[in-house]
């Protein structure tokens, strides 16, 4: 009897944990700076189209050679926002995530920053991030809007946080490929796109940016919160490490996590984790 009762009551609770999730939903714009329609996915918080209230944002950014469905299909990055605002370990936001590239990496553009034939910072400030705001109820202010992202993604949030300090409150970089002075990710010598993202992520360093920041610009940084998180035998931990230590050198304060771990999905999963309620907390 007591082995029915607890399968009757396991039944009947599963719809109504099912009726708390949110879901993702893909989109696309057309954009004249790239000349291509742009698609992307967002998740929409449960209740989001009968509340009509209007949300914080996250811009959610994948890495080199993935696309706008890689924190869906390989992140699993729905079930960890459902749970997590579930318990109330973040509050309810919409997350943005952009398509900025594709496997072929070297017949397909990769990155956020402008490059010959791909400027797609100026997309991503003055065509998308207005469009996707006003369309998806989005607080478009500095204190609602977060940035982070693994990689590729995570050198870009950090990279728009020192460009655009007025737009975002935090910034959470994973496992980040912050500058390319070593060529930590081949590039060749024919100038197709990989060789272009792996030149403009030298030109975009986030670390030559510190050492050539002044006192205004490092005033901006210290109004944004920072957030690093790289494992501990992942190839780009020296520069992650690297780049902590001079923002502590410059005065602007920011965490650092080191984890047991590789430049891999399972490091990443789990950093989603830490770095949605980190950026709920510092929402206004």
């Known amino acids: 009897m007591k082995k029915h009762l607890f399968l009757f009551c396991l039944l009947t609770l599963v719809p109504a944990i099912s009726a708390l999730a949110g879901k993702v939903v893909t989109d696309s714009l057309r954009s004249n700076i790239l000349d291509a329609q742009v698609k992307y996915n967002v998740y929409l918080p449960d209740g ?11 811009y959610l950014l994948h890495g080199l050679s993935d696309d706008y469905t890689a924190w869906v299909r390989k992140g699993n990055m729905q079930t960890v926002v459902d749970e997590l605002i579930g318990t ?9 995530m952009p398509n900025a590239g594709g496997p072929d990496t070297h017949h397909t553009w990769n990155g956020y920053f402008n490059m010959p034939g791909w400027r797609y910072e100026d997309f991503f400030f003055t065509e998308f991030m207005p469009a996707v705001e006003a369309k998806y ?15 590729m993604g995570g050198g870009g949030s950090t990279v728009y946080a020192q460009r655009h300090p007025d737009k975002f409150s935090s910034c959470y970089a994973m496992s980040a490929w912050l500058d390319n002075p070593m060529g930590e990710v081949g590039s060749g010598v024919e100038k197709d796109c990989l060789y272009y993202v792996c030149e403009a992520v030298r030109n975009h360093s986030a670390l030559d940016f510190i050492d050539n920041a002044d006192e205004g610009t490092l005033a901006a940084l210290r109004t944004v919160k920072w957030f690093i998180d790289c ?4 190839f780009l931990f020296d520069l992650n490490v690297a780049f902590h230590q001079k923002m502590r050198n410059r005065k602007v304060k920011s965490e650092l996590r080191v984890r ?3 430049h891999n999905w399972e ?18």
């Open 48 to 58: 989001f189209a009968e509340s009509g209230k209007s949300y914080p944002v996250v």
């Open 88 to 96: 109330g370990e973040a509050g309810e936001m919409v997350i943005v």
């Open 231 to 234: 494992g501990d035998d992942d």
């Open 260 to 262: 047991n771990g590789v």
């Open 137 to 151: 109820r989005i607080i478009s202010n500095k204190g609602h809007r977060a940035v982070m992202g693994l990689s």
């Open 267 to 284: 490091y990443w999963h789990l950093a989603l984790r830490w770095a949605l309620p980190f950026a709920s907390r510092n929402f206004d």
